[in-house]
Nanobody
Framework: VQLQAYGGGLVQAGGSLTLSCVAS????????RGWFRQAAGKEREFVAA????????YYADSVKGRFTISKDSAKNTIYLQMNSLKPEDTAVYYC????????????????????WGQGTLVTVSS
């Protein structure tokens, strides 16, 4: 599976941005896809994930209530709607796929992800 992320950009604090990630391969019901981010000088961290079958979601505490992950099965695409953005949300955002695990489990996988997309940079200015 190849993943391609896009939609990053520069936005002011308090603003919104939507990221998209298109996959080339089919997702099975036990597949989860999600978003991770890596700020300069920091480790990559989990942001949000969604289980393909059933659509259950899971979020990092730092983004709960501000970010929403969703999917469009027909387009084989996941989205990350980011609202109330803060400067600390500045990072390169990566989409990933983990097969055979639900969204909550994906949050604990660290870098043990089956497929990664290229990153897209989100910069939030204060």
């Amino acid at each position: 599976v190849q993943l391609q992320a896009y939609g990053g950009g520069l936005v002011q604090a308090g603003g919104s941005l939507t990221l998209s990630c298109v996959a080339s391969g089919r997702a099975y019901i036990s597949t989860s896809r999600g978003w991770f981010r890596q700020a300069a000088g920091k480790e990559r961290e989990f942001v949000a994930a969604i289980t393909w079958g059933g659509g259950r979601t899971y979020y990092a505490d730092s983004v709960k209530g501000r970010f929403t992950i969703s999917k469009d099965s027909a387009k084989n695409t996941i989205y990350l709607q980011m609202n109330s953005l803060k400067p600390e949300d500045t990072a390169v955002y990566y989409c990933g796929e983990k097969r055979g695990y639900n969204a909550a489990a994906m949050s604990m996988m660290g870098k043990n992800i089956d497929s990664w997309g290229q990153g897209t940079l989100v910069t939030v200015s204060s």
